[in-house]
């Protein structure tokens, strides 16, 4: 049955348009450009992303997590723990995507590729950047895996704090890092009157970027 509060919910997106023309000839770049324009309307929390994973039996599952750079205009980089779900299933299989929406500026980009892990020496700078609780969440959390209570995680971070009192910063935790998306495809989508969205798909061959236009 269908819920007449939820169907009538609409809104008509017309603010800008989206045309060949006004893209440039690098995915990451073109991403980075949207990035900083999102990031100049102080848009709320312009990094964060729909992280989509897929399990060894096809089953796939999504979170939201931060994006923390654009190596070399070359990938996505996002950490965690390596034990969490989205880490056994990266384990698994390499083929992730992400999905960026900025609603306030009628814009969503999907982006898909191949994932690996980040250099040690950058996983480890990061992490040793990171606010002190931070460092001890990431030590504390077995992140994705059943506990009995609040009360025993709190446990957990009272004796990782014990433990690291006279360290600071913390040593990185050998189950935590990033990762590195290399994307494959992008596509940028820009909302438009009457549904009628621009859609502007880059996809990667040997010789570059190739970019086209696909129906709304």
């Known amino acids: ?22 893209v440039q000839p690098d995915a990451v770049r073109q991403f980075r450009a949207w990035l900083d324009e ?7 929390e312009p990094t ?4 989509s994973t897929v399990s060894e039996a096809g089953q796939p599952s999504a979170r939201v997590v931060l994006l923390k750079g654009l190596p070399d205009d070359a990938g996505f980089l996002f950490f965690t723990n390596y034990n969490s779900r989205k880490g056994q299933e990266l384990a698994t299989g390499a083929l992730a995507a992400m999905t960026f929406f900025w609603p306030a500026l009628e814009r969503q980009v999907r982006v898909e590729g191949r994932v690996e892990k980040a250099p040690e020496e950058l996983s480890t700078e990061y992490f040793q950047s990171r606010p002190r609780g931070s460092q001890i969440g990431a030590w ?19 004796e990782i704090e014990a433990r690291f ?12 890092g990033g ?13 438009r009157p ?5 859609r502007i798909v880059y996809e990667i061959h040997e010789q ?4 086209s236009r696909l129906a709304p």
């Not at 939820?6 to 060949?20: C, F, H, P, S, V």
């Not at 999102?38 to 709320?44: D, F, K, W």
């Not at 570059?208 to 970019?211: H, K, L, P, V």
């Open 1 to 22: 049955m269908i819920d007449p509060q939820l169907a009538d919910l609409r809104k008509t997106y017309a603010q800008r348009t989206l045309t060949e023309a006004d």
């Open 194 to 198: 009457s549904r009628l969205h621009d």
């Open 48 to 51: 964060a992303l729909t992280l």
């Open 165 to 176: 009192s006279e360290q600071n910063p913390l040593p990185r935790p050998p189950h935590w």
């Open 140 to 158: 504390a959390s077995p992140q994705s895996q059943p506990i009995k209570s609040r009360e025993e995680l709190e446990q957990r971070e009272h």
């Open 208 to 211: 570059g970027w190739s970019i």
């Open 38 to 44: 999102a990031m100049s309307a102080q848009v709320e």
């Open 179 to 191: 990762y590195i998306l290399r994307p494959q495809r992008i596509e940028f989508w820009q909302g």
